[in-house]
């Protein structure tokens, strides 16, 4: 089998997921780092078609959208499984995926990081009334993840692609401190991302924010 290439930047934490998961199951691969400038030539649409990043590129095949990516890495490579055995828990494993993308990353990364974070870190000023109403609009979403952690993982007791893509979003919510005091609020939630982060996977994967400039978020 071919060595996969995978393109992205290291911050995006849909790129991150894929870098985890291909460290945990100890996969030999290359990083190609692409720029946003790199998405918009027209070449980029061969890669990916919506222009988005990660992409992975294995025996000559092409696949895009970060959660396909996770899949085939799994099933596709040794290094043991990261999806459950039983048809419930793996519902429960694209069920926890699922409001990683659509309740969760929205207002974590869209609004909380890229305001109290981002911004600033680019010379910006951080819109206070958008973190205000995002730390409301979150909180509720992150006491379900917190009743729902009775056990060390997402689903179960072994690490699957839930927790491999939805602790990601949730440790850049926390470089905001409204974002780690709705971690440290919430104790089971704390205790699970704090195992995973010190996982080496996730050490290796930790990059500083980037300072790619304003017109990103404009
Ligand atoms: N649904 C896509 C989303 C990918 C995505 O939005 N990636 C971001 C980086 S985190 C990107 O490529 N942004 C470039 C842009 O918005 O122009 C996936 O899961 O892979």
Redesign the pocket.
Known sequence: MDRPQLYGWAF????RAVRILLLEKKVDYHFETVT?QD?TVDDFTRLHPF????VLVHDRKII????AILHYIDESFDGGSFQPKTPLERARMHQWMSVT?SYIQPIAIGQIFVQRVYIPENGGQADEGTIKRAVTAIASHLDVVETALTQAYLVGDSITLADIFMAPVLLSMKLAPEGEQLINSRPRLKTWLEQLAKRPSFVETAVPVPKFGLELVA
Do not use: A
């Open positions: 995006s934490n849909y790129v946003f998405l222009r988005r990043v990660p895009y959208e970060s959660q993308v």
